[in-house]
């Protein structure tokens, strides 16, 4: 896994949600997408950091508990 050092500053980043978790991070990575880690789980959910071409984070979550769900919040 490809480790970038962390020189900049801010840990922004955007976040979709996504229904199979396991299953887009197969897809995205028989297609070449990069991770900046493996999946992992919380309290209320799984969630994995992709990079984008430029290396912008872009985090996927997949809720595992209806309140942490993004659909729906103002």
Known sequence: MHVRPIHFVGWNRLMLEVEDLEG???TLRDAGAHFRNDIVTGFGG???????PSGNPI????PTRPE???AGRA
């Open 68 to 70: 942490a769900r993004l």
């Open 46 to 52: 799984k969630q994995i950091l992709l990079e984008d």
């Open 59 to 62: 985090e996927l979550f997949q």
């Open 24 to 26: 887009m991070v197969a």
